[in-house]
């Protein structure tokens, strides 16, 4: 027992889809936990988080919105060896960050009236708060990528996702059910690959949610999307999975 | 006076703590479960946008049930841009949202709350002690997530939904596949009724009004246009728009009651109400029950093996819908989407209960009105009170033994606090 890894898995405010993908992988997922000490994962025990030890490799999912979720981040942080990002909210604040674009103080009143004690901050990702090393993005992640690198993880790696886009993996990649020869935007082609493509295959087009290649210029690349349609609506698609901050310097 | 508090109960969907004061005299002074979750204002942030978005948006709200979110989104727009949709369309929806609700009993049944019936506090264990009703458990999942990411492209926030229809078809191929894995699949849900059937559980009964969808001719689940409650049947509109009260006041949760009282959702409002129009194999299964239990259906606690028979239930029914797919052609994914301005209110059963999804959209397709009420705001009310009577008999328990017990109950109703805190 002494040597196994001591792995947590955590959550923030979430879908928590990116831990029912972990659940989703069914026995595999069990194997993998076997071959480490799992020091938290709440969602399939009923241990409270230990006061202090000292963690290997902590995952963690989700946005962090109240201030309880903050001091849970920076209290993982601090008893973990190695934090990894897991999905789209905790890499880049995932649909939560439409808000950030909007009137936030009018979006909140939209529901509640009374709202002295929403907690109502502007949307970030955990490598706001913390350090963070490594993400494994996606919303939600994919399940055998988080395997592959969850392996390497525990045998003291940190591996790094292969900066390829989303259409090295496209079945309508040099075809003529492309999006982008359809005259429709997609965002394949900027952003980082690794989920098989999962969405345009199901013919609906990428919007990123992996988030952007690192090491790119795509001004030319958008500038072609925008023509496509009406500045405000392709904007607007930047937004739905928080990209649009890492893009606007080239919009 | 005593101060029962649980930080967080763990092995639910979403985090939530309990919290209760309670007198000497056993009488509960105060009760509250609460969320630890932030609030992520889905509904505020979908106010002026596109139309189609609202399904990729809302379908977020929850991980374990992405299906019935987008479902309901679509429809809910159908109904505003006066579409009817295909046959075809429907039945796939169908076959979606019975995976749905398969994959979440199962998960729940045995990796969330069969550990309240043991000393087992870890699912590592639990899975050493029943290694046959494991594998049943995961087999059941396969299965049902297979169905899902064949029609739906992917198990968790399927892609292919749309307003009007799909963007794609499921291949012929698979769907037959998926078809000759049936029987193994539903000898797999016998070992986990059988399971479920055995299970000491408490007695326990405080009355309350049970909702549900209600269909003349099958045990519902997709869509309806009437809902009943306790003995009365009424319009979806009826019941939306006059019979309950939101209660805003304690953000971030919305607490839901029907004419003042709190009222239960789910699968035991489902069995309870509807139970007539289970599939054979389901039925024969309920009827037993029926028999041993001298008639009392409504225990809260049933809602665990009332579970297992939808689990029976929702595989019958896949394997009908799946063949009567194959006796069509699969083709037109979507009706052709005109946008005009109007609004819909759509309501289909979840997992955990009746969802009801309402969308207002303006002449460009943009949103102006958007509520969500999710199974679990309607019962968290329900919850609180049953915890209220179900304290007083267990406070000379000692304080870990009491804990183990609130917390079986808080599970027993699969709260989805992701759901209840959107």
Same mark, same amino acid.
């Given at each position: 027992m002494a040597n196994k890894p001591k792995v947590g898995i955590f959550s923030l405010t979430a879908c928590e889809g990116c831990q029912f993908v972990l659940l989703d992988l069914g026995e595999r997922f069990f194997n993998f936990l076997r071959k480490t000490e799992l020091i938290d994962f709440p969602l399939i025990e009923d241990a409270p988080f230990p006061k202090k030890i000292q963690i290997d490799i902590a995952f963690v999912e989700g946005t962090p919105i109240t201030k309880k979720n903050v001091s849970l981040l920076k209290k993982i942080r601090k008893e973990s060896k190695i934090v990894v990002a897991i999905g789209n909210c905790a890499a880049l604040g995932g649909i939560n960050k439409i808000k950030n674009y909007q009137d936030k103080e009018k979006t909140v009143r939209y529901l509640y009236k009374k709202t002295g004690a929403i907690e109502n901050p502007e949307i970030k990702g955990l490598d706001k708060f913390v350090n963070v090393d490594l993400i494994i993005p996606g919303c939600p992640i994919n399940g055998e990528e988080f395997l592959a690198i969850a392996e390497e993880l525990i045998q003291g790696k940190i591996p790094q996702i292969e900066q390829k886009p989303v259409c090295r993996e496209c079945p309508h990649r040099g075809k003529e059910s492309c999006f982008l020869r359809k005259q429709e935007p997609c965002l394949g082609t900027i952003t980082l690959g690794g989920c098989q493509a999962v969405c345009p295959a199901s013919d609906f087009p990428c919007y990123g949610c992996r988030g952007t290649l690192k090491n790119i210029n795509p001004t030319g690349f958008l500038a072609t999307l925008k023509k496509m349609k009406p500045g405000r609506e392709f904007e607007e698609s930047l937004e739905v999975f928080g990209i649009k901050d890492d893009l606007q310097k080239y919009l | 006076m005593e101060r029962i508090i649980i930080p967080h109960i763990h092995k639910i969907e979403g985090q939530a703590g309990f919290w209760a004061e309670?007198?000497?005299? =056993?009488?509960?002074?105060?009760?509250?479960?609460?969320? %630890?979750?932030?609030?992520?204002?889905?509904?505020? &942030?979908?106010? =002026?946008?596109?139309?189609? #978005?609202?399904?990729?948006?809302?379908?977020?709200?929850?991980?374990?049930?992405?299906?019935? *979110?987008?479902?309901?989104?679509?429809?809910?727009?159908?109904?505003?841009?006066?579409?009817?949709?295909?046959? &075809?369309?429907?039945?796939?929806?169908?076959?979606?949202?019975?995976?749905?609700?398969?994959?979440? *009993?199962?998960?729940?049944?045995?990796?969330?709350?069969?550990?309240?019936?043991?000393?087992?506090?870890?699912?590592?264990?639990?899975?050493?002690?029943? /290694?046959?009703?494991?594998?049943?458990? %995961?087999?059941?999942?396969?299965? !049902?997530?297979?169905?899902?990411?064949?029609?739906?492209?992917?198990?968790? *926030?399927?892609?292919?939904?749309?307003? =009007?229809?799909?963007?794609?078809?499921?291949?012929?191929?698979?769907?037959?596949?998926?078809?000759?894995?049936? /029987?193994?699949?539903?000898?797999?849900?016998?070992?986990?009724?059988?399971?479920?059937?055995?299970?000491?559980? /408490?007695?326990?009964?405080?009355?309350?009004?049970?909702? !549900?969808?209600? $269909?003349?001719?099958?045990?519902?689940?997709?869509?309806?246009?009437?809902?009943? &409650?306790?003995?009365?049947?009424? $319009?979806?509109?009826?019941?939306?728009?006059?019979?309950?009260?939101?209660?805003?006041?304690?953000?971030?949760?919305?607490?839901?009651?029907?004419?003042?009282?709190?009222?239960?959702?789910?699968?035991?409002?489902?069995?309870?109400?509807?139970?007539?129009?289970?599939? /054979?194999?389901?039925?024969?299964?309920?009827?037993?029950?029926?028999?041993?239990?001298?008639?009392?259906?409504?225990?809260?606690?049933?809602?665990?093996?009332?579970?297992?028979?939808?689990?029976?239930?929702?595989?019958?029914?896949?394997?009908?819908?799946?063949?009567?797919?194959?006796?069509?052609?699969?083709?037109?994914?979507?009706? #052709?989407?005109?946008? !005009?301005?109007?609004? =819909? %209110?759509?309501?289909?059963?979840?997992?955990?209960?009746? %969802?009801?999804?309402?969308?207002e959209v303006d002449k460009n397709g943009r949103v102006v009105k958007c509520n969500i009420i999710t199974p679990t705001a309607q019962f968290l009310n329900n919850l609180e009170e049953d915890l209220k009577v179900y304290l007083p008999g267990i406070t000379r328990l000692p304080h870990k033994e009491k804990v183990k017990k609130i917390r079986a109950l808080i599970r027993v109703y699969d709260p989805c606090i992701s759901c209840a805190t959107h």
């Open positions: - | 309670v007198a000497r005299t =056993g009488e509960v002074k105060d009760l509250k479960i609460n969320t %630890l979750l932030g609030l992520r204002q889905i509904e505020g &942030i979908l106010i =002026g946008r596109r139309f189609w #978005e609202v399904p990729i948006v809302a379908g977020r709200i929850c991980g374990i049930c992405p299906v019935v *979110h987008i479902l309901n989104c679509c429809s809910a727009i159908e109904k505003a841009f006066e579409i009817e949709v295909s046959e &075809i369309t429907v039945l796939l929806r169908k076959v979606l949202l019975a995976s749905q609700i398969i994959q979440s *009993h199962t998960l729940h049944l045995f990796f969330m709350s069969l550990a309240d019936f043991s000393r087992i506090e870890n699912d590592l264990d639990l899975i050493k002690k029943f /290694p046959q009703e494991a594998k049943a458990a %995961l087999a059941i999942r396969d299965f !049902s997530l297979k169905a899902t990411k064949i029609i739906g492209g992917r198990e968790i *926030h399927p892609v292919t939904m749309k307003v =009007g229809g799909f963007t794609k078809l499921p291949d012929e191929e698979d769907l037959k596949a998926l078809l000759n894995s049936y /029987p193994q699949v539903f000898d797999s849900a016998s070992v986990l009724i059988n399971l479920f059937k055995n299970l000491d559980y /408490p007695v326990f009964g405080r009355k309350t009004d049970f909702l !549900s969808l209600f $269909s003349k001719t099958e045990y519902p689940f997709y869509q309806g246009g009437q809902v009943l &409650i306790g003995d009365k049947k009424m $319009s979806l509109g009826d019941f939306y728009s006059n019979k309950i009260e939101e209660d805003l006041k304690t953000p971030p949760v919305k607490k839901v009651r029907y004419q003042g009282q709190p009222y239960m959702p789910g699968a035991i409002a489902r069995i309870v109400n509807n139970h007539f129009f289970l599939n /054979p194999a389901a039925k024969k299964v309920f009827l037993d029950f029926k028999k041993g239990s001298g008639g009392n259906l409504a225990n809260v606690f049933y809602n665990l093996f009332y579970q297992a028979i939808e689990i029976l239930h929702f595989l019958e029914e896949t394997e009908e819908l799946i063949k009567e797919l194959l006796k069509r052609e699969l083709a037109e994914p979507a009706k #052709e989407v005109k946008i !005009s301005q109007g609004s =819909g %209110l759509s309501a289909s059963e979840a997992p955990r209960g009746t %969802l009801f999804t309402y969308v």
